[in-house]
């Protein structure tokens, strides 16, 4: 089974820009390139854990899941394959790129690329923040934090996602406005959400928590002060995780989720609820919001037609 959110792989023409974006503003630290010049983002000490790679136009490349240990890693492959899904063994050259000891990769059924992998190379104590910060990034067991995919067709992502890989739902948002569902594989009340934009793929947002709430007042502060990098949500609080969060802006479309004291779940007792708003009070939207929502999209063939 999947155990969390491992790393997150972009393209973007603006992945250079990511370097002062990532330090001076988010708090996290280059780690060293890619071998195609991919800019490469620690925010704990694994080795890294987002990858934004040079490209002619933004795109998702892939997500990284870990699943552990290598017993449960091959046990999952063949239980995936088991019901049809088509598992292809990563090779050398991936495998020293992600910095991983094994790896597997599928893709969904709308053509985003999923890895599964163990071992994942870490560093301990190699971490110190790229700006002045209280606390760190929560990481560790509960993972790189969360990521909401674009889906044309939410019932088609749940059958797959929870029936098929085996995510648990946390809970709903369904509205006249939104409809979305959330997936936990772990105690961090989800990992992975999607969302659904009928004809389109892609990724809306990478959330990262932070330890302290004044990580999060200062992180305000300086996109305040940054003339290109707009807060696209104010601060607010969810409905369903209560993790207090803005939304900014990226040098590659897709949003950053900044936040700090979101709940933790366990199965023995959690009963997944629906919301009929994402959020309590805050995330109001910007202009720049409203004016196109952001993510890396990516129109699927049939829709195009």
Not at 35 to 52: E, F, L, S, T
Not at 112 to 133: D, I, K, T
Not at 213 to 236: H, M, N, Y
Request: proline share 5%.
């Amino acid at each position: 089974m999947i155990s969390q959110l491992a790393y997150l792989g972009i393209a973007s023409p603006k992945a250079e820009e990511w370097r002062d974006y990532a330090t001076r503003l988010l708090g996290a630290v280059i780690a060293e390139d890619g071998a195609d010049g991919a800019v490469r983002v620690k925010v704990d000490d694994r080795g890294y854990r987002i990858a934004v790679h040079p490209a002619e136009r933004d795109e998702l490349r892939y997500v990284g899941w870990d699943c552990g240990n290598e017993t449960v890693l091959r046990s999952y492959v063949a239980e995936l394959r088991g019901k049809g899904v088509d598992v292809r063994d990563g090779g050398a050259d991936e495998l020293k790129e992600r910095q991983v000891a094994e790896l597997y990769w599928f893709t969904d059924p709308f053509g985003n690329r999923h890895e599964l992998v163990w071992g994942q190379y870490s560093h301990p104590n190699s971490f110190f923040p790229g700006r002045p910060m209280r606390g760190r990034f929560v990481t560790g067991d509960l993972g790189l934090g969360h990521i909401v995919l674009i889906v044309p067709n939410l019932d088609e992502a749940n059958a797959f996602y929870a029936d098929t890989l085996g995510f648990r739902l946390s809970d709903r948002v369904k509205s006249d406005i939104f409809n979305l569902r959330f997936y936990h594989c772990n105690g961090r009340h989800h990992s992975l959400a999607v969302a659904e934009i009928p004809g389109m793929t892609g990724i809306n947002h990478l959330m990262l928590e932070v330890e302290s709430f004044d990580d999060l007042g200062t992180a305000i502060d300086l996109f305040t002060a940054d003339p290109e990098r707009e807060i696209l949500l104010s601060l607010g609080r969810h409905t369903n995780d209560l993790m207090t969060s803005i939304y900014v802006q990226t040098p590659s479309s897709m949003q950053i989720e900044y936040g700090h004291g979101g709940i933790t779940v366990d199965d023995l007792t959690w009963v997944a609820g629906t919301h009929d708003l994402p959020s309590i009070w805050g995330h109001h939207r910007s202009q720049a919001y409203l004016d196109g929502p952001p993510g890396i999209f990516r129109t699927l063939p049939e829709a195009a037609e």
